[in-house]
């Protein structure tokens, strides 16, 4: 073989090798430009997915903040409302007594509730007080009862007040208890 023949195997061989080194290297380098994008890639994955989960609590958060104060500010509405309208009710009760306290049956309702005071002292004695209001029904009441009454010194609305000291009892019929009973229930 001649010089040139072997210098061309030679090269053709040495190029071969080249080649195959290079492909390899190229392999070797794609493989870890792919590696190295994976993991790039989880990363970021995983950094998105955690300033995801970061927001959506912060907006949670805001959301809840909001709720809190709308369901206060409602609270709020409803408990001016409730308010309102329990003082308007009041005031048409207060009326509405007022103008009952003019009526006959008034004068029947003071009258039963005399007596069932007179039936719960039974012997004993009983201080029975009627609202200074009332003072002009005294005699009356007193001819239809036959009971001892008492103007009270203390207006008490209407109704009436009586006391059992010795069985240490107070019978309370008044109006402005009956009101104070109603507005602790509303």
């Given at each position: 073989?001649?010089?040139?023949?072997?210098?061309?195997?030679?090269?053709?061989?040495?190029?071969?090798?080249?080649?195959?080194?290079?492909?390899?290297?190229?392999?070797?380098?794609?493989?870890?430009?792919?590696?190295?994008?994976?993991?790039?890639?989880?990363?970021?994955?995983?950094?998105m997915?955690?300033?995801?989960?970061?927001?959506?609590?912060?907006i949670?958060?805001?959301?809840?903040?909001?709720?809190?104060?709308?369901?206060?500010?409602?609270?709020?509405?409803?408990?001016?409302?409730?308010?309102?309208?329990?003082?308007?009710?009041?005031?048409?009760?207060?009326?509405?007594?007022?103008?009952?306290?003019?009526?006959?049956?008034?004068?029947?309702?003071?009258?039963?509730?005399?007596?069932?005071?007179?039936?719960?002292?039974?012997?004993?004695?009983?201080?029975?007080?009627?609202?200074?209001?009332?003072?002009?029904?005294?005699?009356?009441?007193?001819?239809?009862?036959?009971?001892?009454?008492t103007?009270?010194?203390?207006?008490?609305?209407?109704?009436?007040?009586?006391?059992?000291?010795?069985?240490?009892?107070?019978?309370?019929?008044?109006?402005?208890?009956?009101?104070?009973?109603?507005?602790?229930?509303?």
């Amino acid at each position: 073989m001649q010089i040139e023949e072997k210098l061309e195997v030679f090269r053709n061989f040495t190029i071969e090798v080249a080649r195959k080194e290079s492909e390899q290297q190229i392999a070797e380098y794609e493989a870890s430009c792919h590696q190295e994008v994976e993991t790039y890639r989880q990363q970021k994955l995983a950094e998105m997915e955690h300033k995801i989960r970061n927001e959506e609590q912060r907006i949670r958060r805001q959301m809840n903040s909001k709720l809190s104060r709308e369901m206060l500010h409602q609270k709020r509405i409803l408990d001016e409302c409730k308010r309102t309208w329990r003082e308007k009710l009041f005031t048409e009760v207060r009326a509405l007594l007022e103008e009952y306290q003019r009526t006959e049956s008034y004068w029947e309702y003071l009258a039963a509730k005399i007596k069932m005071s007179l039936e719960v002292a039974g012997e004993e004695e009983a201080i029975i007080y009627i609202n200074p209001s009332d003072e002009d029904k005294k005699a009356e009441l007193e001819k239809r009862t036959k009971a001892a009454l008492t103007v009270s010194k203390i207006d008490f609305g209407g109704g009436i007040r009586a006391v059992i000291r010795s069985r240490n009892i107070l019978i309370d019929e008044s109006f402005v208890t009956k009101l104070e009973q109603e507005e602790t229930y509303l």
